[in-house]
Protein backbone atom coordinates (compact mmCIF):
# COMPACT_ATOMS: atom_id res chain seq x y z
CA UNK A 1 0.00 0.00 0.00
CA UNK A 2 2.68 2.71 -1.02
CA UNK A 3 -0.26 5.30 -2.59
CA UNK A 4 -2.72 4.39 0.86
CA UNK A 5 -0.12 7.23 2.80
CA UNK A 6 -1.48 9.71 0.74
CA UNK A 7 -5.09 9.99 2.42
CA UNK A 8 -5.98 7.29 4.65
CA UNK A 9 -5.88 9.07 8.18
CA UNK A 10 -3.40 8.31 10.86
CA UNK A 11 -4.17 7.52 14.50
CA UNK A 12 -2.27 8.65 17.27
CA UNK A 13 -3.07 7.74 20.84
CA UNK A 14 -1.13 9.16 23.74
CA UNK A 15 -1.55 7.34 27.21
CA UNK A 16 -5.46 6.88 26.84
CA UNK A 17 -7.42 7.13 30.14
CA UNK A 18 -11.47 6.11 30.43
CA UNK A 19 -13.30 5.49 34.03
CA UNK A 20 -16.46 5.32 34.01
CA UNK A 21 -18.53 6.86 37.01
CA UNK A 22 -17.92 5.73 39.88
CA UNK A 23 -14.72 3.44 39.63
CA UNK A 24 -14.85 1.30 36.40
CA UNK A 25 -11.87 1.79 34.61
CA UNK A 26 -12.66 1.11 31.16
CA UNK A 27 -9.32 1.98 29.26
CA UNK A 28 -5.63 2.16 31.36
CA UNK A 29 -3.08 4.09 29.80
CA UNK A 30 -3.32 2.98 25.88
CA UNK A 31 -0.42 3.98 23.63
CA UNK A 32 -0.55 3.45 19.71
CA UNK A 33 0.27 4.85 16.75
CA UNK A 34 -1.27 3.77 13.60
CA UNK A 35 -0.06 4.39 10.18
CA UNK A 36 -2.44 6.22 7.78
CA UNK A 37 -4.03 3.14 5.60
CA UNK A 38 -3.30 0.38 7.72
CA UNK A 39 -5.65 -2.56 8.64
CA UNK A 40 -5.59 -2.86 12.40
CA UNK A 41 -7.62 -5.26 14.15
CA UNK A 42 -8.09 -4.79 17.92
CA UNK A 43 -8.83 -7.89 19.42
CA UNK A 44 -9.60 -9.32 23.18
CA UNK A 45 -12.02 -10.56 25.39
CA UNK A 46 -15.44 -9.24 25.31
CA UNK A 47 -16.23 -5.97 27.39
CA UNK A 48 -12.81 -5.65 27.66
CA UNK A 49 -12.79 -1.60 26.69
CA UNK A 50 -11.83 -2.19 22.79
CA UNK A 51 -15.16 -0.32 21.50
CA UNK A 52 -14.61 2.29 24.41
CA UNK A 53 -11.04 2.80 22.63
CA UNK A 54 -12.65 2.95 19.26
CA UNK A 55 -15.47 5.54 20.54
CA UNK A 56 -12.56 7.84 21.83
CA UNK A 57 -10.87 7.66 18.25
CA UNK A 58 -14.03 8.49 17.08
CA UNK A 59 -14.64 11.46 19.09
CA UNK A 60 -17.77 10.03 20.49
CA UNK A 61 -16.72 9.28 23.56
CA UNK A 62 -13.54 11.66 25.66
CA UNK A 63 -10.54 10.31 27.16
CA UNK A 64 -10.30 10.94 31.05
CA UNK A 65 -6.50 11.60 30.24
CA UNK A 66 -4.52 11.44 27.34
CA UNK A 67 -4.98 12.19 23.64
CA UNK A 68 -6.86 10.69 20.63
CA UNK A 69 -5.06 12.90 17.81
CA UNK A 70 -6.62 11.84 14.24
CA UNK A 71 -4.85 12.56 10.75
CA UNK A 72 -1.43 14.26 11.22
CA UNK A 73 -2.79 17.46 12.06
CA UNK A 74 -6.32 17.16 13.36
CA UNK A 75 -6.65 17.01 17.17
CA UNK A 76 -9.78 15.84 18.67
CA UNK A 77 -9.68 16.46 21.67
CA UNK A 78 -13.31 16.25 23.10
CA UNK A 79 -17.34 16.26 22.05
CA UNK A 80 -17.68 19.68 20.54
CA UNK A 81 -14.87 19.72 17.96
CA UNK A 82 -16.27 19.59 14.31
CA UNK A 83 -16.55 15.86 13.85
CA UNK A 84 -15.24 15.25 9.93
CA UNK A 85 -16.97 13.57 7.32
CA UNK A 86 -13.68 11.76 7.19
CA UNK A 87 -14.44 9.26 9.90
CA UNK A 88 -17.36 6.45 9.34
CA UNK A 89 -18.22 4.09 12.31
CA UNK A 90 -20.32 0.64 11.68
CA UNK A 91 -21.70 -0.51 14.68
CA UNK A 92 -22.43 -4.06 15.92
CA UNK A 93 -26.51 -4.21 14.54
CA UNK A 94 -26.94 -2.39 11.16
CA UNK A 95 -28.72 -0.06 13.08
CA UNK A 96 -30.81 0.75 9.76
CA UNK A 97 -34.05 3.60 10.03
CA UNK A 98 -36.47 0.64 9.40
CA UNK A 99 -38.86 3.77 7.75
CA UNK A 100 -36.73 4.21 5.57
CA UNK A 101 -35.41 2.61 1.97
CA UNK A 102 -32.02 0.95 1.74
CA UNK A 103 -31.24 4.40 -0.83
CA UNK A 104 -32.49 6.57 1.84
CA UNK A 105 -30.43 4.55 4.42
CA UNK A 106 -27.57 4.76 2.55
CA UNK A 107 -28.12 8.60 1.75
CA UNK A 108 -27.83 9.92 5.51
CA UNK A 109 -24.97 10.82 6.14
CA UNK A 110 -25.20 13.59 3.02
CA UNK A 111 -28.79 14.04 4.47
CA UNK A 112 -27.40 15.08 7.48
CA UNK A 113 -25.11 17.59 5.82
CA UNK A 114 -27.33 19.08 3.50
CA UNK A 115 -26.67 17.80 0.30
CA UNK A 116 -29.13 17.67 -2.92
CA UNK A 117 -31.70 15.16 -2.72
CA UNK A 118 -30.38 14.25 -6.29
CA UNK A 119 -26.69 13.90 -5.50
CA UNK A 120 -27.28 12.07 -2.51
CA UNK A 121 -29.45 9.60 -3.70
CA UNK A 122 -27.07 9.02 -6.93
CA UNK A 123 -23.93 9.00 -4.65
CA UNK A 124 -25.84 6.30 -2.71
CA UNK A 125 -26.64 3.88 -5.77
CA UNK A 126 -23.61 4.12 -6.67
CA UNK A 127 -22.20 2.80 -2.57
CA UNK A 128 -24.73 0.07 -2.95
CA UNK A 129 -24.18 -1.27 -6.76
CA UNK A 130 -20.87 -1.87 -5.64
CA UNK A 131 -21.87 -3.94 -2.36
CA UNK A 132 -23.88 -5.71 -4.72
CA UNK A 133 -27.00 -4.14 -3.04
CA UNK A 134 -28.33 -2.61 -6.84
CA UNK A 135 -31.67 -5.10 -6.82
CA UNK A 136 -32.58 -4.05 -3.34
CA UNK A 137 -32.29 -0.30 -3.54
CA UNK A 138 -36.42 0.91 -2.89
CA UNK A 139 -36.74 -2.27 -0.33
CA UNK A 140 -37.08 -1.80 3.15
CA UNK A 141 -34.73 -3.07 5.83
CA UNK A 142 -37.41 -5.49 6.83
CA UNK A 143 -37.40 -7.38 3.73
CA UNK A 144 -33.33 -7.69 3.87
CA UNK A 145 -31.46 -10.66 4.87
CA UNK A 146 -29.31 -10.13 8.05
CA UNK A 147 -26.18 -9.84 5.67
CA UNK A 148 -27.54 -7.90 2.83
CA UNK A 149 -28.34 -5.52 6.02
CA UNK A 150 -25.11 -5.38 7.30
CA UNK A 151 -24.05 -4.29 3.88
CA UNK A 152 -26.49 -1.83 3.85
CA UNK A 153 -24.89 -0.64 7.06
CA UNK A 154 -21.14 -0.46 5.11
CA UNK A 155 -22.96 1.33 2.06
CA UNK A 156 -24.10 4.12 4.69
CA UNK A 157 -20.95 4.90 6.32
CA UNK A 158 -18.76 4.38 2.70
CA UNK A 159 -21.03 6.79 1.19
CA UNK A 160 -18.87 9.89 2.27
CA UNK A 161 -15.53 8.41 1.07
CA UNK A 162 -13.83 8.24 4.54
CA UNK A 163 -10.69 8.36 5.56
CA UNK A 164 -10.83 6.38 8.72
CA UNK A 165 -13.39 3.13 9.05
CA UNK A 166 -14.30 2.05 12.59
CA UNK A 167 -15.86 -0.86 12.94
CA UNK A 168 -17.27 -2.53 16.50
CA UNK A 169 -17.92 -6.10 15.72
CA UNK A 170 -19.72 -5.49 12.88
CA UNK A 171 -20.40 -9.24 11.59
CA UNK A 172 -20.50 -10.86 14.85
CA UNK A 173 -24.37 -11.64 14.09
CA UNK A 174 -24.05 -13.42 11.23
CA UNK A 175 -23.72 -16.74 10.18
CA UNK A 176 -20.22 -18.06 8.81
CA UNK A 177 -20.52 -18.25 5.16
CA UNK A 178 -22.25 -14.67 4.59
CA UNK A 179 -19.15 -13.55 7.53
CA UNK A 180 -16.44 -14.73 5.42
CA UNK A 181 -17.94 -13.33 2.47
CA UNK A 182 -18.33 -10.06 4.19
CA UNK A 183 -14.76 -10.29 5.49
CA UNK A 184 -13.85 -10.81 1.75
CA UNK A 185 -15.72 -7.65 0.65
CA UNK A 186 -14.11 -5.68 3.47
CA UNK A 187 -10.51 -6.74 2.55
CA UNK A 188 -11.65 -5.47 -1.31
CA UNK A 189 -12.63 -2.78 -0.31
CA UNK A 190 -9.34 -1.72 1.93
CA UNK A 191 -7.56 -2.54 -1.01
CA UNK A 192 -9.42 -0.47 -3.45
CA UNK A 193 -9.87 2.66 -1.07
CA UNK A 194 -7.52 4.41 0.47
CA UNK A 195 -8.26 4.38 3.95
CA UNK A 196 -7.25 3.32 7.43
CA UNK A 197 -9.63 0.78 9.12
CA UNK A 198 -10.08 -0.14 12.66
CA UNK A 199 -11.49 -3.12 13.29
CA UNK A 200 -12.81 -4.56 16.58
CA UNK A 201 -13.34 -8.45 16.91
CA UNK A 202 -13.27 -11.34 19.52
CA UNK A 203 -12.40 -13.86 16.59
CA UNK A 204 -8.84 -14.68 15.86
CA UNK A 205 -9.05 -15.52 12.67
CA UNK A 206 -11.03 -12.84 11.52
CA UNK A 207 -8.12 -10.51 12.80
CA UNK A 208 -5.95 -12.75 10.80
CA UNK A 209 -7.76 -12.91 7.75
CA UNK A 210 -8.37 -9.23 7.78
CA UNK A 211 -5.76 -7.61 9.11
CA UNK A 212 -2.21 -5.99 8.41
CA UNK A 213 -1.42 -5.63 12.07
CA UNK A 214 -3.45 -7.58 15.40
CA UNK A 215 -3.69 -5.57 18.62
CA UNK A 216 -4.26 -7.72 21.39
CA UNK A 217 -6.18 -6.25 24.28
CA UNK A 218 -6.19 -7.39 28.09
CA UNK A 219 -8.91 -7.83 30.15
CA UNK A 220 -10.36 -4.41 31.12
CA UNK A 221 -9.05 -2.73 32.09
CA UNK A 222 -7.56 -2.71 28.11
CA UNK A 223 -4.04 -2.33 27.85
CA UNK A 224 -1.92 -3.64 24.99
CA UNK A 225 -0.99 -7.52 25.57
CA UNK A 226 0.96 -7.60 21.94
CA UNK A 227 1.24 -5.98 18.77
CA UNK A 228 1.79 -8.35 16.10
CA UNK A 229 2.08 -7.45 12.40
CA UNK A 230 0.44 -10.10 9.97
CA UNK A 231 2.38 -10.00 6.64
CA UNK A 232 0.20 -12.37 4.59
CA UNK A 233 -0.53 -11.67 1.21
CA UNK A 234 -2.43 -8.73 -0.05
CA UNK A 235 -4.80 -10.56 -1.72
CA UNK A 236 -6.61 -12.63 0.40
CA UNK A 237 -9.47 -15.95 -0.12
CA UNK A 238 -10.88 -18.40 1.82
CA UNK A 239 -8.18 -21.06 0.90
CA UNK A 240 -5.38 -18.62 2.99
CA UNK A 241 -7.17 -19.91 6.26
CA UNK A 242 -5.80 -23.68 5.15
CA UNK A 243 -2.26 -21.91 4.89
CA UNK A 244 -0.02 -23.09 7.72
CA UNK A 245 1.33 -19.36 8.39
CA UNK A 246 -2.13 -18.46 8.51
CA UNK A 247 -2.49 -21.09 11.34
CA UNK A 248 1.12 -19.79 12.87
CA UNK A 249 -0.49 -16.40 12.90
CA UNK A 250 -3.57 -17.33 14.73
CA UNK A 251 -1.57 -19.59 17.24
CA UNK A 252 0.47 -16.08 18.19
CA UNK A 253 -2.33 -14.21 18.59
CA UNK A 254 -4.37 -17.03 20.72
CA UNK A 255 -1.05 -17.31 23.01
CA UNK A 256 -1.55 -13.63 23.93
CA UNK A 257 -5.20 -13.90 24.83
CA UNK A 258 -4.81 -17.65 26.59
CA UNK A 259 -2.08 -15.86 28.39
CA UNK A 260 -4.22 -12.92 29.47
CA UNK A 261 -6.77 -15.44 30.67
CA UNK A 262 -4.26 -17.39 32.92
CA UNK A 263 -3.35 -14.05 34.77
CA UNK A 264 -6.64 -13.18 35.71
CA UNK B 1 -37.66 -59.25 -4.08
CA UNK B 2 -38.13 -58.42 -7.92
CA UNK B 3 -37.26 -62.18 -9.19
CA UNK B 4 -39.77 -63.62 -6.37
CA UNK B 5 -42.10 -60.78 -8.02
CA UNK B 6 -41.67 -62.21 -11.74
CA UNK B 7 -41.80 -65.75 -10.54
CA UNK B 8 -45.82 -65.52 -8.83
CA UNK B 9 -48.40 -67.05 -10.85
CA UNK B 10 -50.59 -64.91 -12.96
CA UNK B 11 -53.50 -65.89 -10.65
CA UNK B 12 -51.57 -63.99 -7.57
CA UNK B 13 -51.86 -60.45 -9.55
CA UNK B 14 -55.89 -60.55 -9.40
CA UNK B 15 -55.69 -59.14 -5.87
CA UNK B 16 -53.18 -57.13 -6.50
CA UNK B 17 -55.16 -55.48 -9.32
CA UNK B 18 -58.00 -55.31 -6.93
CA UNK B 19 -56.43 -53.76 -4.65
CA UNK B 20 -54.88 -51.10 -6.51
CA UNK B 21 -58.60 -49.29 -7.33
CA UNK B 22 -59.31 -49.72 -3.82
CA UNK B 23 -55.98 -48.20 -3.10
CA UNK B 24 -56.85 -45.33 -5.33
CA UNK B 25 -60.38 -44.41 -3.99
CA UNK B 26 -59.31 -43.56 -0.88
CA UNK B 27 -57.36 -40.46 -2.57
CA UNK B 28 -60.68 -39.23 -4.62
CA UNK B 29 -62.54 -39.79 -0.93
CA UNK B 30 -59.95 -37.15 0.63
CA UNK B 31 -60.28 -35.53 -2.29
CA UNK B 32 -63.87 -34.97 -2.41
CA UNK B 33 -63.71 -33.97 1.32
CA UNK B 34 -61.16 -31.08 0.71
CA UNK B 35 -63.35 -30.04 -2.12
CA UNK B 36 -66.16 -29.45 -0.37
CA UNK B 37 -64.18 -27.78 2.32
CA UNK B 38 -62.50 -25.61 -0.39
CA UNK B 39 -66.18 -24.51 -1.41
CA UNK B 40 -65.96 -22.30 1.43
CA UNK B 41 -63.01 -19.15 0.89
CA UNK B 42 -60.10 -20.05 2.40
CA UNK B 43 -59.65 -17.05 5.01
CA UNK B 44 -63.14 -18.19 5.64
CA UNK B 45 -61.91 -21.22 7.11
CA UNK B 46 -59.50 -19.53 9.61
CA UNK B 47 -61.72 -16.74 10.78
CA UNK B 48 -65.50 -18.53 11.32
CA UNK B 49 -63.79 -20.75 14.88
CA UNK B 50 -62.73 -17.05 16.14
CA UNK B 51 -66.03 -15.49 14.85
CA UNK B 52 -68.38 -18.56 15.44
CA UNK B 53 -68.32 -18.62 19.01
CA UNK B 54 -68.99 -15.34 20.45
CA UNK B 55 -71.68 -15.12 17.67
CA UNK B 56 -73.35 -18.34 19.35
CA UNK B 57 -73.06 -17.32 22.73
CA UNK B 58 -74.50 -13.31 22.21
CA UNK B 59 -77.35 -15.34 20.29
CA UNK B 60 -78.23 -17.30 23.37
CA UNK B 61 -78.24 -14.71 25.53
CA UNK B 62 -80.22 -12.41 23.30
CA UNK B 63 -82.63 -15.46 22.54
CA UNK B 64 -82.61 -16.07 26.72
CA UNK B 65 -83.36 -12.45 27.30
CA UNK B 66 -86.28 -12.09 24.90
CA UNK B 67 -87.75 -15.14 26.66
CA UNK B 68 -87.05 -14.18 30.29
CA UNK B 69 -88.81 -10.52 29.70
CA UNK B 70 -91.32 -11.06 27.47
CA UNK B 71 -92.59 -14.01 30.01
CA UNK B 72 -92.70 -11.24 32.90
CA UNK B 73 -89.91 -13.02 34.41
CA UNK B 74 -87.71 -9.78 34.05
CA UNK B 75 -89.46 -6.34 33.94
CA UNK B 76 -89.10 -4.60 30.85
CA UNK B 77 -88.74 -1.72 32.11
CA UNK B 78 -85.77 -2.43 33.97
CA UNK B 79 -84.06 -4.65 30.92
CA UNK B 80 -85.37 -4.40 27.59
CA UNK B 81 -86.09 -7.06 25.25
CA UNK B 82 -82.65 -7.38 22.97
CA UNK B 83 -85.26 -6.84 20.05
CA UNK B 84 -86.53 -3.76 21.03
CA UNK B 85 -83.25 -2.23 21.31
CA UNK B 86 -82.42 -3.65 17.65
CA UNK B 87 -85.17 -1.72 17.08
CA UNK B 88 -83.93 1.35 18.29
CA UNK B 89 -81.20 1.32 16.67
CA UNK B 90 -82.64 0.46 13.06
CA UNK B 91 -85.46 3.13 13.65
CA UNK B 92 -84.44 5.86 15.82
CA UNK B 93 -82.20 8.75 13.51
CA UNK B 94 -82.34 10.84 16.53
CA UNK B 95 -79.41 7.92 18.04
CA UNK B 96 -77.37 8.23 15.24
CA UNK B 97 -77.19 11.99 14.98
CA UNK B 98 -76.48 11.83 18.91
CA UNK B 99 -73.85 9.31 17.94
CA UNK B 100 -72.65 11.57 15.28
CA UNK B 101 -72.49 14.25 17.22
CA UNK B 102 -70.56 12.04 20.59
CA UNK B 103 -68.24 10.78 17.40
CA UNK B 104 -67.00 14.34 16.27
CA UNK B 105 -66.08 15.60 19.84
CA UNK B 106 -64.11 12.70 20.55
CA UNK B 107 -62.21 12.51 17.67
CA UNK B 108 -61.80 16.03 17.67
CA UNK B 109 -60.71 15.97 21.48
CA UNK B 110 -57.96 12.60 20.17
CA UNK B 111 -56.96 15.04 17.69
CA UNK B 112 -56.13 17.83 20.12
CA UNK B 113 -54.58 15.29 22.33
CA UNK B 114 -52.24 13.94 19.79
CA UNK B 115 -51.05 17.43 18.48
CA UNK B 116 -50.60 18.97 22.20
CA UNK B 117 -49.43 15.54 23.93
CA UNK B 118 -46.68 14.84 21.39
CA UNK B 119 -45.78 18.38 21.70
CA UNK B 120 -46.00 18.57 25.43
CA UNK B 121 -43.51 15.00 25.05
CA UNK B 122 -41.17 16.72 23.32
CA UNK B 123 -40.72 19.52 25.33
CA UNK B 124 -40.51 17.40 28.50
CA UNK B 125 -37.60 15.44 26.42
CA UNK B 126 -35.76 18.49 25.56
CA UNK B 127 -34.01 18.67 28.91
CA UNK B 128 -34.24 16.47 32.07
CA UNK B 129 -35.06 19.37 34.58
CA UNK B 130 -37.92 20.20 32.40
CA UNK B 131 -39.52 16.48 32.39
CA UNK B 132 -38.16 16.43 36.44
CA UNK B 133 -40.31 19.29 36.95
CA UNK B 134 -43.04 19.05 35.02
CA UNK B 135 -44.01 15.40 34.65
CA UNK B 136 -45.12 14.28 38.20
CA UNK B 137 -47.87 16.98 37.71
CA UNK B 138 -48.97 15.14 33.94
CA UNK B 139 -49.25 12.37 36.21
CA UNK B 140 -51.04 13.71 39.00
CA UNK B 141 -53.40 14.96 36.97
CA UNK B 142 -54.29 11.87 35.15
CA UNK B 143 -55.41 10.46 38.42
CA UNK B 144 -57.93 12.64 39.16
CA UNK B 145 -61.14 11.38 37.61
CA UNK B 146 -62.90 13.07 34.97
CA UNK B 147 -65.97 12.80 36.41
CA UNK B 148 -64.83 15.03 39.30
CA UNK B 149 -63.23 18.05 37.16
CA UNK B 150 -66.47 18.10 34.56
CA UNK B 151 -68.57 20.24 36.82
CA UNK B 152 -65.85 22.49 36.78
CA UNK B 153 -65.70 22.69 33.28
CA UNK B 154 -69.00 23.93 33.17
CA UNK B 155 -68.19 26.37 35.27
CA UNK B 156 -65.03 27.44 33.17
CA UNK B 157 -66.45 26.95 29.53
CA UNK B 158 -70.58 26.64 30.04
CA UNK B 159 -72.59 24.49 27.87
CA UNK B 160 -71.82 23.22 25.16
CA UNK B 161 -69.61 21.16 22.55
CA UNK B 162 -66.13 23.23 24.23
CA UNK B 163 -66.96 21.68 27.49
CA UNK B 164 -67.75 17.89 25.81
CA UNK B 165 -64.56 18.00 23.95
CA UNK B 166 -62.48 19.49 26.60
CA UNK B 167 -63.40 16.87 29.17
CA UNK B 168 -62.52 14.50 26.31
CA UNK B 169 -59.30 15.93 25.75
CA UNK B 170 -58.67 15.92 29.47
CA UNK B 171 -59.04 12.06 29.66
CA UNK B 172 -57.21 11.21 26.24
CA UNK B 173 -54.14 13.19 26.51
CA UNK B 174 -52.20 11.64 28.85
CA UNK B 175 -51.92 8.02 27.44
CA UNK B 176 -50.21 10.02 23.92
CA UNK B 177 -48.02 11.76 26.05
CA UNK B 178 -46.64 9.55 28.60
CA UNK B 179 -46.06 6.81 25.56
CA UNK B 180 -44.68 9.24 23.42
CA UNK B 181 -42.09 10.25 26.08
CA UNK B 182 -41.44 6.84 26.55
CA UNK B 183 -40.81 6.29 22.62
CA UNK B 184 -38.32 9.48 22.45
CA UNK B 185 -36.34 8.28 25.06
CA UNK B 186 -35.94 4.88 24.00
CA UNK B 187 -34.03 5.63 20.85
CA UNK B 188 -31.80 3.50 19.51
CA UNK B 189 -28.24 4.87 21.25
CA UNK B 190 -25.94 3.61 18.32
CA UNK B 191 -28.07 5.76 15.79
CA UNK B 192 -27.59 8.58 18.85
CA UNK B 193 -24.02 8.37 17.92
CA UNK B 194 -24.47 7.71 14.60
CA UNK B 195 -26.47 11.53 14.02
CA UNK B 196 -23.70 12.80 16.63
CA UNK B 197 -20.88 11.64 14.16
CA UNK B 198 -22.29 12.92 10.82
CA UNK B 199 -22.67 16.18 13.00
CA UNK B 200 -26.53 16.43 13.29
CA UNK B 201 -27.65 18.92 15.86
CA UNK B 202 -30.51 18.45 18.37
CA UNK B 203 -33.66 19.51 16.37
CA UNK B 204 -32.18 17.43 13.13
CA UNK B 205 -31.69 14.33 15.62
CA UNK B 206 -34.98 14.83 16.68
CA UNK B 207 -36.89 15.58 12.93
CA UNK B 208 -35.04 12.59 11.40
CA UNK B 209 -34.53 9.68 14.38
CA UNK B 210 -36.03 10.25 17.29
CA UNK B 211 -39.58 11.30 16.57
CA UNK B 212 -40.05 8.77 13.29
CA UNK B 213 -38.25 6.25 16.32
CA UNK B 214 -41.28 6.89 18.86
CA UNK B 215 -43.95 5.93 16.09
CA UNK B 216 -45.28 2.81 17.12
CA UNK B 217 -45.01 4.05 21.17
CA UNK B 218 -47.54 6.88 20.11
CA UNK B 219 -49.82 4.69 18.04
CA UNK B 220 -49.82 2.51 21.12
CA UNK B 221 -50.82 5.67 23.00
CA UNK B 222 -53.46 6.04 20.40
CA UNK B 223 -55.28 2.86 20.76
CA UNK B 224 -55.68 3.48 24.53
CA UNK B 225 -56.53 7.48 23.94
CA UNK B 226 -59.29 6.48 21.30
CA UNK B 227 -61.53 4.64 23.72
CA UNK B 228 -60.77 7.09 26.99
CA UNK B 229 -62.18 9.89 24.16
CA UNK B 230 -65.31 8.73 24.09
CA UNK B 231 -66.18 7.62 27.58
CA UNK B 232 -64.75 11.21 28.04
CA UNK B 233 -66.88 12.51 25.83
CA UNK B 234 -70.33 11.00 27.13
CA UNK B 235 -69.56 12.37 30.51
CA UNK B 236 -68.91 15.74 29.11
CA UNK B 237 -72.63 15.19 27.84
CA UNK B 238 -73.95 14.22 30.88
CA UNK B 239 -73.04 17.29 32.70
CA UNK B 240 -72.51 20.28 30.13
CA UNK B 241 -74.10 19.11 26.96
CA UNK B 242 -77.29 18.78 25.06
CA UNK B 243 -76.17 16.92 22.24
CA UNK B 244 -75.04 13.23 21.56
CA UNK B 245 -75.34 9.74 23.18
CA UNK B 246 -74.55 10.84 26.73
CA UNK B 247 -77.53 13.30 26.71
CA UNK B 248 -79.57 10.72 24.85
CA UNK B 249 -78.86 8.48 27.90
CA UNK B 250 -79.56 11.26 30.95
CA UNK B 251 -83.02 11.90 28.96
CA UNK B 252 -83.87 8.05 28.75
CA UNK B 253 -83.73 7.15 32.30
CA UNK B 254 -86.53 9.23 34.10
CA UNK B 255 -89.03 8.35 30.74
CA UNK B 256 -88.20 5.10 31.71
CA UNK B 257 -86.85 3.77 28.18
CA UNK B 258 -84.09 1.24 29.08
CA UNK B 259 -84.60 0.16 25.41
CA UNK B 260 -82.89 4.04 24.49
CA UNK B 261 -80.54 3.52 27.35
CA UNK B 262 -79.39 0.24 25.92
CA UNK B 263 -79.12 1.32 22.21
CA UNK B 264 -76.88 4.08 23.24
CA UNK B 265 -74.96 2.30 25.24
CA UNK B 266 -74.28 -0.23 22.13
CA UNK B 267 -73.45 2.81 19.54
CA UNK B 268 -71.18 3.76 22.48
CA UNK B 269 -69.05 1.07 22.15
CA UNK B 270 -69.34 0.56 18.53
CA UNK B 271 -68.22 4.35 18.18
CA UNK B 272 -65.40 3.37 20.56
CA UNK B 273 -64.17 0.31 18.85
CA UNK B 274 -64.53 1.62 15.44
CA UNK B 275 -62.19 4.72 16.35
CA UNK B 276 -59.80 1.77 17.74
CA UNK B 277 -60.36 0.14 14.14
CA UNK B 278 -59.55 3.70 12.49
CA UNK B 279 -56.52 4.11 15.00
CA UNK B 280 -55.34 0.28 14.05
CA UNK B 281 -55.19 1.50 10.40
CA UNK B 282 -53.36 4.52 10.62
CA UNK B 283 -50.73 2.44 12.95
CA UNK B 284 -50.45 -0.21 9.91
CA UNK B 285 -50.12 2.23 7.24
CA UNK B 286 -47.42 3.22 8.96
CA UNK B 287 -45.34 0.54 10.09
CA UNK B 288 -46.20 -1.77 7.67
CA UNK B 289 -42.62 -1.66 6.95
CA UNK B 290 -41.46 -2.40 10.66
CA UNK B 291 -42.80 -5.59 11.08
CA UNK B 292 -40.49 -8.14 11.67
CA UNK B 293 -37.72 -5.62 12.09
CA UNK B 294 -38.12 -5.46 15.90
CA UNK B 295 -34.09 -5.65 17.03
Known sequence: ?264 | MSTSHQQLPAGHQTPDHHQHPAGSANPRLTNGLTSSAAAMPARWRGISPIVLPPVIVLVVISALLEILVRSGVLWAYIVPTPSSVLEQMGTSSRLWIAAGQTGLSAIIALALSTVVGIGAAIALASARWVERAFYPYAVFFQTVPIIAIAPLLVVYLGYGMQTIVASAFIVSIFPVLANTLAGLRSTNPSLVDLFQLYGAGGWKTLWKLRFPSAVPNIMTGLKVAAGLAVIGAIVGEFIGGSTGLGDEIVAAIPRQRPDIVYAAITLAALLGLALFALINLISWLLLRHWHAWQQ
Open chain 1, 1 to 264: MADAGKSGLQVTLKDVHRIFPPAVVAVDGVSLSIASGDFVAFLGPSGCGKSTLLRIIAGLDQPDQGQAIIGPDHFCPAFGCDTPLDVAYVFQDPCLLPWRTVLDNAALPLELHNHPKSVRRQQAAAVLEQLGLADALERYPNQLSGGMRMRVSLARALITNPKLLLLDEPFAALDAITRQKLDEMLRHLWLTRNMTILFVTHSISEATFLAQRAIVFSRRPARVVLDHAIDLPQERTVQLRADPTFARHMASLQQALTLEEVEQ
